[in-house]
C-alpha cells in the first residue's frame, strides 16, 4: 500500500541491534518503495520533532526492547512477551515518542482492571519522564463532569475500556485527536469484548492511529490469535517465547514440579455417593427422555451438558410445554450438581459444602432448581455428611478416618513451611486458585495452622458484593511487597499484569484449562531471581487437564511462528510519519521527575441531618425544628411521612377497585 510506513521502517533497520534469532519477529510485508521526497503533511505531526525517535538509556539496553520499540513506532504491532521482560517498557518508548511528535494528540493506554491502570501510569511516568500533568487516569467513579475535564485538560490517559466506551458513546472522548492507542492483556480482544468495541468505535472518527497491544501469551489457540490481529488492527508481530535467544541471557531459572494425589478414603466415599445417588438421578431423567447421551455418568462434564443441551434444544420445538420446562429445569439442575462436584474433587470438601448451601439457599441458581434440592433427600443426606465430617474432624462412617477437605491442604501447608523455613526473610509465596470461596478457604487454613511463619491473605477482584475495592486491592499489594504479607493467595486477578514484587514461589492450587492462565501464572515467578512452581494435581480428570493445557501451550507458541502465512495481518497499517521524513534513533539518558502521589480522597463529614438519617432536610433545617421542640425521633423517620404523602397524590388509584384475575402456577413454582 502507498499509505504504509514501509520505506521509514526499512531505512531504520540499519539501526537494528541483530539478535542471535532475528527471524523472532513477524511481518507480513512487500519490498517497501523508494523514499518519497514530495513533502508531505500529516496534520498535527511536529516535523522538528519528527527528524528522531528517542530510546532512553537511563536503563540497561536490552536489544530485543530496542527492536520491539523500533517497529512498533512504524506499524500497528502485536508484541507477545514473557512475563517480567519488560512490555510496559516497550509501551512507554512508543508513547513518549508519540507524545513528541504529536503536541497536540491524544494517547490512550487501556488495561483490563483499574489497579494495572494505576500501576501503569506511575511505570510510564519514571520510565520517560512525562509531564505528570499531562498524565491523566479516568476511572468509572469520576463523574462525567470530571472526566470531561480531564480529556480536555491531559494528553496521556490511562483507564479502562469501558471508560473509553462510555465516554465515546456520550460523545466527550475526543477521538478526532488520538493518535496512539495502547492496548495491555491484549488476548482478551476477542468476541465483543470492551478492547474490540473501542477499536472499531475510533475507526468510525478516523482511520489513522497507531495500535501497540501487548500480551504475555497471544492466546489459546491459532484462532485466537486470528481474532485478536484482526480486532485490534494488527500489521506486525513480535514474539519471544522463553526458547528465543535474545531474551534468554534475561530469563531466572525456574523450576516446576507437578504433585498428583489420590483423593484419600473419606472424598472418594463422597465422590461416588454423589454421582450415585444424586447426579445418577437427574441424568437418568435426561436419558429417559433421549436429551442426554451418555455411556459413563463420570465421564459427564458442565461442557458436554451444555453442548447436550444446546443440541437438544434445536430438536425439542414440538414437545409439550410441561415436558420441555422439566427438561430444562433438569439441565439446569444438572449443570449445578456437576459443578459441585467438580468442587469436591479439585477443591475440596468446604468449598463443595459452601456451594450446596447457596443452592439450598436460593443465592444461586433459581427458585425451581432450590425447591427440587430441599426435597431430595439424597442430597440433603450428603451435604449433612459433610457438615459433620468437617465440623467433627472426622469421618465417622468411614471407619473414624480422620478427615480434611483435600488432600491438597496439607500438601500445600508442608510445601509453604518447608520454603519458608529454608529461605530468607524476603521470599514471597503465590498461591493461585480459581474460585473466591476456595481462596478464602485456604487464607484461614494457612493462617490458623503454622502460627507466624505464614502470613497469608486474599487477593481477589471487584466484582460482586463481596469483591475488593481498588484501594484494598492496591493496598494488599504494597503490604504484601513490604513484607506484611509473605503469602498471597489470589484468583485470576493476581494473574495479570499486575507488578506483584519478587515472588520466588508459586502454587496452584488447581488446573486451568486454559494455556493463556497457565502462562500468566507461571510467569509471576521468577522475574528477578531463580524461583519455583509447584502444580497440585488431583489424580484422573484434573490430571488429563494439565497435560493439555502445557501441550497446548506449547502448540500455540510454535504454530505462530511456523505458520505465518496463514495469518492475515491488517493490510492498511496507518502512515502516522511524513513520507519525506525519516526519524533516526536517538540514545539519550532521560531523567523523570519525581512521581508525585495524588494525596488520598478526603470526604466531607455528613451533616447532621445526614447523621440522622434524615435526607430530607439540611442540616440547618434539622437544627431549627429541634429548636423549636420537635422531637428528633420524628424527624428521623420523615422518609416514612413522606412516603404517606407521596402516596396521597394517587387517590384515584387507590380509591378505585380494580379487575382481579385468579391464574395458574407455572411448572417452574411447581
Not at 333 to 340: E, F, H, K, P, V
Amino acid at each position: 500500500m502507498e499509505d504504509d510506513d514501509d520505506n521509514l521502517f526499512e531505512d531504520n533497520l540499519d539501526d537494528v541491534i541483530l539478535s542471535d534469532d532475528l527471524v523472532q519477529s513477524v511481518a507480513l510485508t512487500k519490498t517497501p518503495p523508494v523514499i518519497d521526497q514530495k513533502k508531505e503533511h500529516i496534520p498535527g505531526f511536529d516535523e522538528n520533532e519528527g527528524q528522531n525517535w528517542i530510546y532512553p538509556v537511563n536503563y540497561p539496553l536490552r536489544s530485543y526492547q530496542y527492536n520491539i520499540v523500533q517497529k512498533a513506532l512504524f506499524w500497528n504491532t502485536l508484541v507477545t512477551l514473557p512475563t517480567g521482560l519488560g512490555k510496559t517498557f516497550v509501551a512507554a518508548v512508543v508513547i513518549h515518542n508519540f507524545y513528541r511528535w504529536y503536541p497536540q494528540g491524544k494517547i490512550l493506554f487501556m488495561a483490563p482492571t483499574k489497579p494495572l491502570v494505576a500501576q501503569q501510569i506511575r511505570a510510564c511516568h519514571d520510565i520517560v519522564g512525562i509531564p505528570q500533568r499531562d498524565l491523566g487516569e479516568l476511572t468509572g467513579s469520576l463523574t462525567p463532569a470530571k472526566r470531561d475535564t480531564i480529556w480536555s485538560s491531559k494528553r496521556v490517559f490511562f483507564l479502562t475500556p469501558q471508560v473509553v466506551q462510555n465516554d465515546l458513546g456520550r460523545g466527550t472522548c475526543p477521538a478526532r485527536e488520538i493518535v496512539l492507542i495502547v492496548i495491555d492483556e491484549a488476548h482478551k480482544a476477542t468476541g465483543n469484548h470492551a478492547y474490540c468495541q473501542v477499536v472499531r468505535e475510533l475507526q468510525n472518527y478516523k482511520q489513522n492511529f497507531r495500535v501497540l497491544a501487548l500480551s504475555a501469551t497471544p492466546g489459546d489457540n491459532l484462532e485466537t490469535v486470528q481474532s485478536v490481529l484482526s480486532n485490534l488492527l494488527i500489521a506486525h508481530v513480535e514474539i519471544r517465547s522463553e526458547e528465543s535467544l535474545d531474551i534468554k541471557p534475561y530469563l531466572h531459572d525456574r523450576k516446576i514440579d507437578k504433585v498428583i494425589l489420590p483423593l484419600d478414603k473419606p472424598l472418594s466415599h463422597l465422590k461416588q455417593a454423589f454421582l450415585s445417588e444424586v447426579i445418577d438421578k437427574y441424568a437418568q431423567t435426561l436419558l429417559t427422555q433421549r436429551a442426554l447421551y451418555c455411556n459413563e455418568i463420570s465421564n459427564l462434564s458442565r461442557f458436554s451438558i451444555l453442548q447436550q443441551r444446546d443440541n437438544w434444544r434445536k430438536r425439542a420445538g414440538n414437545l409439550p410445554v410441561q415436558t420441555a420446562s422439566m427438561i430444562e429445569g433438569t439441565f439446569y439442575m444438572l449443570i449445578n450438581l456437576l459443578q459441585a462436584y467438580e468442587f469436591l474433587l479439585i477443591h475440596g470438601a468446604g468449598v463443595f459444602l459452601h456451594h450446596c448451601m447457596e443452592l439450598l439457599e436460593g443465592t444461586k441458581g433459581t427458585n425451581s432448581s432450590k425447591s427440587r434440592l430441599l426435597r431430595d433427600q439424597d442430597f440433603l443426606s450428603l451435604v449433612d455428611k459433610v457438615r459433620r465430617w468437617r465440623n467433627n474432624g472426622i469421618a465417622h462412617e468411614i471407619d473414624n478416618t480422620k478427615f480434611v477437605d483435600h488432600p491438597k491442604i496439607p500438601k500445600l501447608l508442608s510445601i509453604l513451611t518447608q520454603h519458608f523455613t529454608n529461605a530468607d526473610n524476603a521470599t514471597r509465596a503465590m498461591v493461585f486458585s480459581s474460585f473466591r470461596d476456595s481462596v478464602q478457604d485456604l487464607v484461614k487454613t494457612i493462617n490458623e495452622a503454622s502460627g507466624s511463619l505464614l502470613r497469608s491473605t486474599v487477593f481477589i477482584g471487584q466484582n460482586g458484593a463481596k469483591g475488593m475495592r481498588q484501594k484494598e486491592q492496591l493496598q494488599t499489594v504494597r503490604d504484601f511487597k513490604e513484607g506484611k504479607f509473605n503469602v498471597l493467595v489470589a484468583t485470576c486477578v493476581g494473574e495479570e499484569g499486575l507488578d506483584i514484587g519478587m515472588v520466588d514461589l508459586i502454587v496452584c492450587f488447581d488446573a486451568s484449562a486454559s494455556p493463556t492462565r497457565l502462562v500468566q501464572r507461571m510467569g509471576r515467578a521468577a522475574r528477578k531471581r531463580a524461583g519455583s512452581i509447584v502444580v497440585l494435581l488431583t489424580e484422573g480428570k484434573e490430571e488429563t487437564t494439565f497435560k493439555r493445557s502445557i501441550a497446548s501451550k506449547k502448540s500455540v507458541g510454535n504454530a505462530v511462528m511456523t505458520k505465518l502465512n496463514k495469518l492475515v495481518l491488517y493490510p492498511n497499517n496507518p502512515r502516522m510519519i511524513p513520507r519525506h521524513l525519516n526519524p533516526k534513533a536517538e540514545k539519550r539518558v532521560l531523567d523523570p521527575a519525581e512521581f508525585k502521589t495524588p494525596p488520598p480522597k478526603t470526604f466531607r463529614s455528613k451533616s447532621l441531618a445526614q447523621k440522622q438519617k434524615c435526607p430530607f432536610l439540611s442540616s440547618t433545617q434539622y437544627s431549627s425544628y429541634v429548636d423549636k421542640g420537635v422531637m428528633e425521633d420524628s424527624l428521623n423517620n420523615s422518609a416514612r411521612f413522606s412516603l404517606s404523602k407521596c402516596l396521597s397524590r394517587w387517590v384515584h388509584w387507590q380509591g378505585t377497585e380494580h379487575a382481579t384475575f385468579d391464574i395458574e402456577h407455572s411448572m417452574s413454582t411447581l
